[in-house]
């Protein structure tokens, strides 16, 4: 089974090389990461415990600059790949997404925090009507989506619905930060409206970020089982967002998803741990 971690921010410090941006309501560095988070360190991490490959995410506080993520994939060719950070609407977007996926290594975008102009928070995007030319153009190209809607899912349904061709990969559950497990929660019953649409796909591995209970996090349990009778295994992709655990180890965030849910079947964990990603992502699997 070939393990792909669908999410990791690798991030350099900040520089005058690669400032980060000093926007106040941009999110900030985990505390245990705030300088930086490399490849190498990742890789160490991915060794330690059997994870083969990653997409790498670069991340909202260090800005709009996917050069790193670029080079760190190019530095371990076929153990990285990119999901980079686009603005929509920064006047030079059109004519650069239309060469997007020529850069080596880039396999799509992640939206999510906010861009140097528009809109403070990314699901106030989902609604403005000066965007439907982002995902006629982002389907047309056969650029996917990565989309961090937190409690926010239903508002993709619209943009689903418009655009069957379009792949949408909603992030971490469509959770958001809470107190309990249930309050994180509390908008599955939106996520659930979304498996109905055949090209919306789910990032399912930040599971136990939200748990309140030690390995093997029992009390997202059921959430996990509703997700995977509503989306099915092929499009479930784990990963496990390294920079933000704070209660848990990575090697229980991939054991979760080996041994920790009864309900899984073999062919159901070779396609979460990696299968959807290479489809979904037009990454193939070595």
Partial sequence: MLVTDAQVHVYEPDSPEHPWPRDPDRSSAPARHASSFTAEEMGGAMGAVGVDRAVIVPPVWAGEDNTPALAAAERYAGRFAVMGRLDPYAADTPERLERWLEQPYML??????????????????????????????????????MVLTRQFARLLAPIAERHPDLALIVDHLGTREAETAAEAFDALDDLMELARLPRVYVKVGTAPNRSRQPFPFEDVHPYLRRVYEAFGPRRMLWEAD???????????????????????TDDDREWILGRSAAEALNWPEA
């Fill in 242 to 264: 390294i920079t933000q655990l704070t209660k848990n180890t990575y090697a229980e965030c991939l054991r979760l998803w080996q041994e920790g849910l009864p309900f899984l």
């Fill in 108 to 145: 799509g975008i992640r939206m999510s925090g906010r861009w140097g102009t528009g809109p403070t928070r990314v699901d106030e995007a989902f609604a403005d009507p000066s965007l439907e030319w982002w995902w006629d153009a982002c389907e047309r190209l056969g650029i996917p989506l």
